[in-house]
Nanobody, 114 residues
Framework: QVQLVESGGGLVQPGGSVRLSCVASGFTFSRSVMGWYRQAPGKQRELVATISTGGSTNYQDSVKGRFIISRDNAKNTIYLQMNSLNAEDTAIYYC????????WGQGTQVTVSS
């Protein structure tokens, strides 16, 4: 079955950086579009970034120039490098793919605070 396991979250100071990882299994990773969503307290889950099978990327406007999504097909892993973090980036971050239906991991908390 499809499994997505995130890691790398934690407490980060404003202006700091963190890298999230998501290890995927149960499907053909190299043929799947992958992405990151996030959900802040009291808000709806929103798409942060996606990466195609060929490596093309798309970002939500609020993270353009600060976040970088990448993938390593040999490791069945995607990453989200998050730079210049601010309080509005505080959220649970979810790894995502779509195979007949959407799948999300269990999420990893990122808290930006001094």
């Amino acid at each position: 079955q499809v499994q997505l396991v995130e890691s790398g979250g934690g407490l980060v100071q404003p202006g700091g950086s963190v890298r999230l990882s998501c290890v995927a299994s149960g499907f053909t990773f190299s043929r799947s579009v992958m992405g990151w969503y996030r959900q802040a307290p009291g808000k709806q889950r929103e798409l942060v970034a996606t990466i195609s099978t060929g490596g093309s990327t798309n970002y939500q406007d609020s993270v353009k120039g600060r976040f970088i999504i990448s993938r390593d097909n040999a490791k069945n892993t995607i990453y989200l490098q998050m730079n210049s973090l601010n309080a509005e980036d505080t959220a649970i971050y979810y790894c995502y793919t779509y195979i007949g239906r959407p799948y999300w991991g269990q999420g990893t908390q990122v808290t930006v605070s001094s």
